[in-house]
């Protein structure tokens, strides 16, 4: 059964940082580009970041420069380092598995999410 289980998020002053990670299991990680999506209240989905299995990442332009996804094999976990954060990037985060080995943004698994809120 694959599973995917986050953590980290919470409340942080505009300026500051957080770490959410995502524990996979149920499938061979390596195998797969993992994603961030996330959405904001009363707003639609928005891609984040995704990274390959070779390790290669992509950003949404709103988040580049200060966000930095990461996967660590060996641990089946994904993460995403976010730094500077602003009040916009207030969301739902959740991670997602990319649906075959190949693929990049279409997706078959999903995290449960984990809120993000960014404000003094």
């Known amino acids: 059964e694959v599973q995917l289980v986050q953590s980290g998020g919470g409340l942080v002053q505009p300026g500051g940082s957080l770490r959410l990670s995502c524990a996979a299991s149920g499938f061979t990680f390596i195998d797969y580009a993992m994603s961030w999506v996330r959405q904001a209240p009363g707003r639609g989905l928005e891609w984040v970041s995704l990274?390959?299995?070779?390790?290669?990442?992509g950003y949404a332009h709103s988040v580049k420069g200060r966000f930095a996804i990461s996967r660590d094999n060996a641990k089946n976990t994904l993460y995403l380092q976010m730094n500077s954060l602003k009040p916009e990037d207030t969301a739902v985060y959740y991670c997602a598995k990319s649906n075959i080995p190949g693929n990049l943004r279409e997706y078959d698994y999903w995290g449960q999410g984990t809120q993000v809120t960014v404000s003094l």
């Open positions: 990274i390959k299995s070779s390790g290669d990442t």
